[in-house]
């Protein structure tokens, strides 16, 4: 791809294959910043490379935002959420805006996000800090008093989550004192929330200039296993909502440019309530799905949004029309083994000769015993589907949890 | 009317072809550094439009854009010509579905090639027609049988796509023509006498299999196959129905001189029939040993020649026969067989040389390289014995396997033909020193220390000696052109005689400019060729060594393929009264199609075995490089405009058409 000499650089923080295939494609100079294993891969492929060991930020980091600055790179862009201080630290020198790196730091803590929603009018749930087992507890016992709930009567589970783990990981569901004995003591500290009965879904905006220039809604069939977008047209009924929660978010945050990734949940009675919000690309490949529906490729669309050299045009040019443009729904499923022993990958046939499978990422199993799921843990791979409606893309979506992939 | 279950059927292919279209052109899209992770879903794609009953015909037809996209890249796919046919059988019966998919999607594109659907860059419509031929052969039981347990419970549904594919390849390639075609094709390889036969073994194995089964419809298909399945496994009275190794032992120890007489002469036919020899036969010639040289005659089916040769070195035979002759090594029993019949145990060194092989030990690198990959009873001693009686016995059956050592095979065969004992030398110090020293203009080289040869991988598709001896030849032919780094001219003209050996004529010709590629004095080269080589202008003097020459190689549509080294052996009228050149091809095969109407033979126009013969006029419109005696010479020959303007006419429509690089080492070979 020819390079726009126009515009300057940008930086990608954090290895990502897909992510580096956009940008080579794209008529953005890049230069990737990843740990030095990365290093010969670059070296191999050509691919533009700064080695850089993220771990925590330390007072070393103001060396990488320079030497990204020698290089001519206009902005830092975090594709994992442990590169997301980092780009915070980086463009807050990069673009002479300390308030950045405060930015990036609440993206980090779902606790101190939590507050800060909070704080913007934001609707949240109930939550608290957990530091220890017994903070769970009685987290437990009172969101379930709140609820007039009697001794004796099955609680209303709550959520834990590690406090700045992307996505599903380290996300627990507890209901009884059982669960929360088994949860182990690296786990602390972290956040517990009430529970929700409603309508889980997650938002994906590119922001440019304050302003919100794509926004998707991701429809979760069953969290933890499967998503497809864009929403059904029962939940896009709900996109004027959804972009004003959005657009206040966006106000309470603070954010000129880039992309976030919020969850929320809508009750029965139509109200949002804020979960969390990721200053990264979404986990689960919802970037994938939305190039099979709208054609456009979301880490391009990354580096558009992020790009302070980006042009009014350009975006214009860039982003197809929400939901009209959209080639029927595209989703994916995250197979998790059902069974404790497996020896092989079998794809159920009814799966694969359903007209809306596309293709799977599936590889043969490594271990035969299966560790026993605690937390949502990691799924063995994503099997991904397209078709013209939503409502059998749903149900194929949640037929899937009954079958097995791994025998 | 259209059955709707056909139409939901055609949709299903549709649908699952056009989500393969969408991953090929993501990865045609890529750039290359993330091609890699295009390919499991392109694989998969492929995998559910292969499963499909007609997946197959569209993947062939994509055929030419799959290997665009890149989807061999970086693999042993990439380059055709050296894929070897019996690996395909692992791969297609793999639990591993990539490997079957890209394995099958190889094949289909090989069938495009075949088919002339896609001109392929290293592969020639006839090389792939070749491959795919073996491919079936070796894979019959895909094409006839019903799937076993064994193949559903380890691929499951995947097994559907290597049975599509064969029931596609048959089908367009013909049904009975491919039995009918791998059995003439076998006929045709067998009577050029390959001393390499494991692979007409294994297809022949695969025949017997079938035949054997109830469940394999054959229609009027494999008549031919017979001759080939008993020479194996049931050449005579006693071994008809391929009674075992062991209870053949004790059938043998319950005859008598005439019913063991009888056993032997059907085994000596079988032999001479084919070239094919059956583990049987190497039990019976050792059970014969204690029991007269008659019948050793018999068995080894000798002429007067060849009997007079026994009767005279009879302790040698016997020591011979001891400790070469076993059923994993039974070739030796041929090998040893046309040995005696060349007579050439009269020349002087060649029995005390054959002692010395006899009691040679190995050193450990050459042990190593000699140890059969399946076979471990049989031991490297036994196995290197064997390939030194076959190469004495056929020189001419020599091959370079598909390694670029066309020299070195070449010298070989030279050396077996023209000067054996020179050939027993140099397989004792390869074997015994783990080092040939050779000298060029008085310098010596040694293959231990002279770095890479023409082939960068260690050779593995090769007989014995070959396998022992090829690396250290090619280390120093490679480095004697590099000696030559820096002289003007063609290299070839000082390494050829001083590799191959004195008799290669130090007169030298050649009809391409090294410098820019172009002809360069046709017209004089091949007026020197006819004065050299041709019997009405060179005073009818018939060639007397075996002489090392240069071909310009062409496929069917007579495109240039590369520079190829041969020997030209003989120049001589064939049966029907045409002038003929005979020479030795150091390829597998030299029965090939070199396009614009020559084919050369291999059986029918006055060959031995191993020659390949063309008439004289054809056979110089392919040549570039020979060699002459300077002494012997005389003037450019007086052969007729029009003859000369045929010649040229052949040239200019192959090889000769578009500017040539020329120069470098025969390294195509």
Known sequence: MTKNPDKGYVALLGWSLNAVEAAASFDRRYVVVAPDWAEDYCREHDIPYVPWNFERLNDRSMEIAQTLADMGVDVAIPLFEETVEWAGAINSVLLDNPRLLGQAMLMRDKSLMKRRAQLGGIRVGIFEEAHDRDDVMRFLKRVNQTLLKLDGDPNDPIHFKAFDKAGCLGHRVIRTPDDVDAIPDEEFPSLMESHLDGWEFAVEAWIHQGKIRFLNISEYVSLGYSVFVPASPELERYRPQITEQIEKLVKTFDIEFGFIHPEYFVTSDSEMYFGEVAYRPPGFKVFELLERVYGFNAYQALILSFDPKTTEEEIQAFFPKEVEDAQGYAGCFGVYPRRRVVSRLEIPEETEDHPYFESHELTAPLQETVTKRTAFGTHWGLVYFRGDEADTLKALLAHQETLDFYM | ?669
């Open chain 2, 1 to 669: 009317m259209t059955d709707p279950d056909d139409v939901a059927v055609t949709q299903k292919l549709a649908l699952r072809v056009e989500r393969f279209d969408e991953a090929l052109a993501a990865m045609a899209r890529a750039p290359a550094f993330a091609r890699p992770g295009k390919m499991p879903p392109l694989l998969d794609a492929a995998r559910l439009v292969l499963q499909e009953e007609s997946g197959c015909a569209a993947m062939a037809s994509r055929a030419q854009a799959i290997e665009e996209a890149g989807v061999f890249a970086g693999s042993d796919w990439a380059t055709p010509q050296i894929l070897v046919p019996s690996l395909s059988r692992g791969a297609l019966r793999s639990a591993d579905a990539g490997l079957v998919v890209i394995e099958s999607l190889s094949q289909l594109r090989l069938l495009a090639i075949a088919q002339s659907w896609f001109l392929h860059p290293l592969m020639s419509s006839e090389q792939a027609h070749h491959y795919l031929t073996q491919v079936l052969a070796l894979n019959l039981e895909l094409l006839f049988a019903a799937p076993g347990e064994a193949e559903r419970a380890v691929q499951g549904r995947l097994a559907r796509v290597p049975r599509n594919l064969f029931a596609y390849l048959a089908e367009t390639i013909g049904y009975e023509h491919v039995i009918d075609q791998l059995i003439d094709e076998i006929w045709r390889v067998l009577k050029q006498r390959p001393i390499q036969v494991d692979s007409v073994k294994d297809m022949i194995t695969q025949i017997a299999v079938c035949r054997a089964r109830r469940d394999i419809h054959w229609g009027g298909a494999g008549q031919g196959a017979d001759r080939l399945v008993s020479s194996l496994y049931g050449p005579t009275q006693a071994t008809r129905e391929d009674p075992g190794l062991e209870e053949y032992q004790r059938r043998l120890d319950r005859m008598d001189a005439p019913a063991l007489q009888y056993e032997a002469s059907g085994f000596a036919r079988a032999m001479h029939d084919t070239g094919l020899v059956s583990p049987y036969h190497a039990v019976i010639l050792r059970h014969l040993l204690g029991q007269g040289d008659h019948l050793l005659v018999e068995c080894l089916g000798l002429s007067s020649t060849g009997r007079d040769c026994l009767l005279c070195y009879s302790d040698l035979v016997h020591a011979l026969i001891e400790s070469a002759v076993f059923p994993g090594t039974a070739q030796a029993v041929y090998g040893l067989a046309l040995m005696l019949e060349r007579g050439i145990l009269y020349q002087p060194p060649i029995a005390p040389a054959l002692w010395r092989q006899l009691g040679l030990s190995l050193c450990v690198s050459a042990a190593e390289r000699l140890q059969h990959r399946t076979d471990t009873a049989i031991t490297p001693e036994a196995r290197l014995l064997e390939g030194v009686l076959c190469m004495m016995g056929l020189p001419l059956g020599i091959g370079q396997g598909n390694n670029p050592t066309c020299q070195s095979a070449r010298a070989l065969s030279m050396w077996a033909f023209n000067d054996p004992d020179y050939l027993l030398q140099m397989v004792a110090w390869a074997a015994r020193d783990d080092e040939i020293v050779m000298h060029f203009e008085g310098q010596a080289i040694s293959s231990r220390e002279s770095a890479g040869g023409v082939a960068t991988e260690m050779p593995v598709d090769l007989d014995p000696v070959s396998l022992l001896v090829v690396p250290h030849l090619d280390r120093i032919y490679a480095e004697m052109g590099r000696r030559c780094v820096g002289r003007d001219g063609d290299p070839h003209r000082w390494v050829n005689p001083e590799f191959h050996g004195w008799w290669s004529g130090r007169g030298f010709h050649i009809n391409v400019d090294v410098a820019t590629g172009l002809l360069h004095e046709l017209e004089d080269f091949l007026r020197h060729f006819y004065a050299a080589y041709h019997p009405m202008y060179n005073g009818n003097q018939p060639l007397i060594h075996p002489q090392p020459a240069g071909i310009a190689v062409t496929d069917s549509a007579a495109r240039f393929i590369g520079w190829h080294a041969i020997t030209i052996l003989r120049v001589s009228l064939d049966p029907s009264g045409m002038m003929r050149v005979y020479f030795y091809n150091p390829n597998n095969d030299s029965g090939q199609d070199w396009g614009d109407g020559l084919v050369v033979s291999t059986s029918g126009c006055g060959e031995q075995f191993g020659e390949a013969s063309l008439p004289f006029e054809q056979f110089a419109s392919r040549l570039y490089i020979f060699h002459y005696d300077l002494l012997e010479y005389g003037e450019p020959a007086q052969v007729s405009q029009e003859e000369l303007d045929r010649v040229m006419g052949y040239v200019h429509r192959s090889w000769g058409r578009e500017r040539l690089a020329a120069g470098g080492l025969q390294a195509e070979g």
